[in-house]
């Protein structure tokens, strides 16, 4: 029977302490990039907040990891068929608060139920060691209070992702959003009151001084961040202090690499879309473009032929695919390459040399064409639909190429031969390398970065472990 829906009132914003709604005495709003509008008040969480939330989340990690791991799969269960009920409200208020198109606020909505499905199919690990005189046995058991610190690109995703890995390995979580994107998972946290015990899942939303209360906090095992390099290493630092287990999920610049063997009219539109996806917001898209020179020429023709048919647009226009930039600090931030590459004379295959404006932070999908290695637009993260190409002619050369940086998030190899591309594929220096395809993280399977891309990972069954302690019992004859 399926549970009744509780009402739940999705223009009243609240941080979630020990199960209870709670406001505070200084609110901030997003803004809907599409629009430029303000949204609704959201309350600015404090050092008294996080103090709360972390005795509410020490306490409920007594009881919570001791619960079955049965018990925990059928309460994770539970609340998918619950958050369920409020699919179609979840993805207005992902829409509004991301400016994303609704295909795509549908498609991160449903994620929450695909990744709840796929993590509690993961197994932790239990080795076993035996010898004349003892049994060794390794268990892995959880670590107690997890902070997840956001980003704004998937608000949805990228909270759940850390939630459901943390509370089905035992431990118990707070969840601080980007305070750009604060809604989402606000209200995924009020729903999941509805399922699990107080202080289990906590969410506290606020400013720039709230990531430092949790990343300090004493009682705090452990950081799960998403979000750029240079936070990454602030809050690596910051961890240091209690020696707190980091995840860091940081910044890339993932290459992509064409053979000459690909079928250029079906590839091409692929590779664009990799880098243009989300208006390029995507940690793990295609960053710079390597195609082989032989068909160069044809196929940044097909790309731009492609990019051209792309609708950048609001949330719910016609056939929009590509929405807003999320927020005016990365608007300003992505209108920062157009001015470079236009001020250095680069040629812009397609796109504009300046950046579209209208009442939201909308800019057209751009093609550099063969800029200098030493660009920004090639060595920088831009965050943004524009992205470089560069021809190639020596796979040694292109591989070198590729490596050279100080990320390794994902890569891509394109080519009709798949075991030439596969040996292309190990060779990068990458986390994740797709083969024939774009950037596309599973819930399957580990996701993690090289060099300052990160440091550990999350998804997949090896994903549990980092929210884990190795416990070893060694027990004599
Ligand atoms: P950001 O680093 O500015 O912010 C991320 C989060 O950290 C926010 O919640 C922010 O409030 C918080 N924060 C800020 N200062 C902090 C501090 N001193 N201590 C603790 N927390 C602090 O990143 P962003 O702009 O939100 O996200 C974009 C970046 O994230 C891009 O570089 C992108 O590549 C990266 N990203 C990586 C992944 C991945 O899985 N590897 C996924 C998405 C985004």
Same mark, same amino acid.
């Not at 199960?19 to 404090?46: C, F, M, Y």
């Not at 449903?110 to 796929?118: E, L, P």
């Not at 979000?227 to 610049?253: D, Q, Y």
């Not at 950046?355 to 920004?376: C, H, K, L, M, W």
């Given at each position: 029977?399926s549970p009744?829906?509780v009402?739940?009132?999705?223009?009243?914003?609240?941080?979630?302490?020990?199960?209870?709604?709670?406001s505070a005495?200084?609110?901030?709003?997003g803004?809907n990039?599409?629009?430029?509008?303000?949204l609704?008040?959201?309350?600015?969480?404090?050092?008294?907040?996080?103090?709360?939330?972390?005795?509410?989340?020490q306490?409920a990690?007594?009881?919570?990891?001791?619960t079955s791991?049965?018990?925990?799969?059928?309460?994770?269960?539970?609340?998918?068929?619950?958050?369920?009920q409020y699919?179609?409200?979840m993805?207005?208020?992902?829409?509004?608060?991301?400016?994303?198109?609704?295909?795509?606020?549908?498609?991160?909505? @449903?994620?929450?139920?695909i990744w709840?499905?796929?993590?509690v199919?993961?197994?932790?690990?239990?080795?076993?060691?035996e010898?004349?005189?003892?049994?060794?046995t390794?268990?892995?058991?959880?670590?107690?209070?997890?902070?997840?610190?956001?980003?704004?690109?998937?608000?949805?995703?990228? %909270?759940?992702?850390?939630?459901?890995a %943390?509370?089905?390995?035992?431990?118990t979580?707070?969840?601080?959003?980007?305070?750009?994107?604060?809604?989402?998972?606000?209200?995924?946290?009020?729903?999941?009151?509805?399922v699990?015990?107080?202080?289990?899942?906590?969410?506290?939303?606020?400013?720039d001084?709230?990531g430092?209360m949790?990343?300090?906090h004493?009682?705090i095992a452990?950081? @799960?961040f998403?979000?750029?390099?240079?936070?990454?290493?602030k809050v690596?630092? %910051?961890?240091s202090?209690?020696l707190?287990?980091?995840?860091?999920e940081?910044?890339?610049?993932?290459?992509?690499i064409?053979?000459?063997?690909?079928d250029?009219?079906?590839?091409?539109?692929?590779v664009?879309?990799?880098?243009?996806?989300n208006?390029?917001?995507?940690?793990?898209a295609t960053?710079?473009?390597?195609i082989?020179?032989?068909?160069?020429?044809?196929?940044?023709?097909?790309?731009?032929?492609?990019?051209?048919?792309?609708?950048?647009?609001?949330?719910?226009?016609?056939?929009?695919l590509?929405?807003?930039?999320?927020?005016?600090?990365?608007?300003e931030?992505?209108?920062?390459?157009?001015?470079d590459?236009?001020?250095n004379?680069?040629?812009?295959a397609?796109?504009?040399?300046?950046? %579209?404006?209208?009442?939201?932070y909308?800019?057209?999908?751009?093609?550099?064409?063969?800029?200098?290695?030493? @660009?920004?637009?090639?060595n920088?993260?831009p965050?943004?639909?524009?992205?470089?190409?560069?021809?190639?002619?020596?796979e040694?050369?292109?591989?070198?190429?590729?490596?050279?940086?100080?990320t390794g998030?994902?890569?891509?190899?394109w080519?009709?031969?798949?075991?030439?591309?596969e040996?292309?594929?190990?060779?990068?220096?990458a986390?994740s390398?797709?083969?024939?395809? @774009?950037?596309?993280?599973?819930?399957?399977?580990?996701?993690?970065?090289h060099?300052?891309?990160g440091?550990?990972?999350?998804?997949?069954?090896?994903?549990?472990l980092?929210?884990?302690?190795a416990h070893?019992?060694h027990?004599?004859?």
């Amino acid at each position: 029977m399926s549970p009744s829906k509780v009402s739940v009132d999705f223009t009243k914003f609240y941080n979630i302490v020990d199960g209870q709604k709670r406001s505070a005495a200084t609110q901030h709003q997003g803004i809907n990039p599409g629009t430029q509008e303000s949204l609704w008040d959201v309350p600015i969480g404090t050092q008294q907040d996080v103090d709360d939330a972390v005795a509410a989340a020490q306490k409920a990690f007594k009881s919570w990891s001791a619960t079955s791991i049965e018990k925990r799969t059928e309460l994770i269960n539970k609340f998918v068929e619950v958050f369920a009920q409020y699919t179609d409200e979840m993805i207005q208020l992902v829409q509004k608060e991301t400016g994303k198109p609704k295909q795509f606020a549908a498609q991160e909505v @449903s994620g929450v139920g695909i990744w709840a499905a796929t993590t509690v199919t993961h197994k932790l690990p239990e080795e076993k060691f035996e010898d004349a005189e003892k049994v060794v046995t390794t268990r892995y058991t959880p670590l107690g209070v997890v902070g997840a610190i956001c980003p704004w690109n998937f608000p949805v995703l990228l %909270a759940v992702g850390k939630v459901f890995a %943390a509370i089905f390995t035992g431990n118990t979580i707070i969840v601080k959003p980007s305070p750009f994107t604060p809604y989402s998972a606000l209200k995924i946290i009020e729903i999941a009151q509805q399922v699990f015990p107080a202080g289990v899942i906590q969410v506290i939303g606020g400013d720039d001084k709230l990531g430092p209360m949790l990343t300090t906090h004493p009682g705090i095992a452990k950081i @799960s961040f998403t979000g750029s390099i240079a936070t990454g290493k602030k809050v690596m630092e %910051a961890a240091s202090k209690t020696l707190k287990r980091v995840t860091l999920e940081l910044g890339g610049n993932d290459a992509s690499i064409i053979l000459p063997d690909v079928d250029i009219e079906k590839v091409a539109p692929q590779v664009a879309l990799g880098a243009f996806v989300n208006s390029g917001q995507v940690c793990v898209a295609t960053k710079r473009i390597y195609i082989h020179q032989d068909i160069y020429k044809p196929f940044v023709e097909a790309m731009v032929k492609f990019t051209q048919s792309l609708k950048v647009g609001k949330t719910d226009d016609e056939g929009v695919l590509l929405g807003p930039i999320q927020n005016a600090m990365q608007y300003e931030k992505v209108k920062g390459y157009f001015e470079d590459s236009k001020k250095n004379g680069y040629k812009f295959a397609v796109g504009a040399d300046t950046v %579209a404006t209208s009442e939201g932070y909308f800019v057209q999908p751009t093609i550099i064409d063969n800029p200098p290695a030493d @660009s920004r637009i090639h060595n920088e993260e831009p965050f943004g639909p524009i992205v470089p190409t560069q021809p190639w002619t020596d796979e040694e050369e292109v591989i070198a190429r590729a490596n050279n940086t100080n990320t390794g998030l994902g890569a891509c190899v394109w080519g009709k031969d798949v075991a030439h591309a596969e040996n292309i594929g190990r060779r990068l220096e990458a986390g994740s390398v797709f083969i024939n395809s @774009s950037e596309k993280p599973t819930p399957l399977a580990f996701f993690s970065g090289h060099k300052e891309s990160g440091l550990g990972g999350e998804f997949g069954a090896a994903g549990l472990l980092p929210y884990c302690n190795a416990h070893v019992m060694h027990v004599y004859k």
